[in-house]
């Protein structure tokens, strides 16, 4: 796996609220186009837990056929071991480079037992897992994160909390895994504390500002890339204030040309056209 910049694709709807293949592949394209390195498919920016289980499959398969040789890493995450080792299985058999895969969230399960679902997912195949540490899904402590990275086939953690002090403490004590941070917007804080990349939902429509923002960063530009920051949260804080930020996400994509409708599926409400002038208005502004 690169060190870079991924992005957790969204799915794209119709009216009737079935997936739309043709735009998802043309979806994959657009976002590829804005220079990531590849693709992190069907995570919570793909609303995996209201897709079905087939649904996440065909969609792994459109991305896959449409990535252009990029990187695809496939989530599988669920709240079942039985259905992420069934869905490991079909993303290695379809060209998947990699798993992903967030802790079942609902039951509160012990640590033991998370420890136990992800070792079935990451040795259910011959590919690599990395863990989605989502703080909504589970807290770990920094001995307990220690500990899932001891297995050789975890390899990385999407990292998508605000406590770079563990972060950094994480990076430090595992030298030979990878770290990618999940929140957009302390995208910098990340990169200040060593993490090798970033997987964010705003990469859908700005990854070239944010590729940008980590060269000018490595290159010890701080202030040019602090102020491409400043304007790119504008824009998140604006989704963000929606309370359904992927429908916005998908807007501003339509902003963009994107053939894409700005709609998730229920229970999400549909953006207002009060919301939409809002996220617009923001949008154009931030690099007019």
Partial sequence: MK?????????????????????????????LAKGADG??????TSEFCLLTTEERKRCLEVIIANAEGKEVIAHVG????????ELAKHAASVGANMLSAVAPYYFGYTFPQIKEYFRKIAHATELELMIYNAAQA?????????????????????YTGQ?????????????????????DEAFLAGAAVG?????????N?????????RRLFKDGQNAEALDIIHRLNS???????TTSLIAATKYIMSLQGLDILPISREPFSPLTEEQKAHVKAVFCEAFK
């Fill in 78 to 85: 669920s709240q079942s071991t039985a259905e992420s080792v």
């Fill in 195 to 203: 993490s090798h990349g970033a997987i964010g939902t705003t990469y």
């Fill in 235 to 241: 824009i998140t804080e604006a989704i963000i204030s």
């Fill in 3 to 31: 060190t870079g910049i991924y992005v957790p694709l969204i799915t794209p709807f119709k009216e009737n609220g079935e997936v739309d293949y043709e735009v998802l592949a043309k979806a994959t394209k657009f976002v």
């Fill in 39 to 44: 693709i992190y498919a069907c995570g919570g």
């Fill in 138 to 158: 589970r807290d770990y402590s920094l001995a307990e994160m220690k500990e899932l990275l001891e297995d050789e086939k975890i390899t990385a953690v999407k």
């Fill in 163 to 183: 406590n770079f002090y563990f972060l950094e403490r994480l990076i430090h004590a595992c030298p030979d895994k990878k770290f990618y941070t999940g929140c």
């Fill in 205 to 213: 429509y700005y990854a070239d500002k944010y590729i940008e923002v």
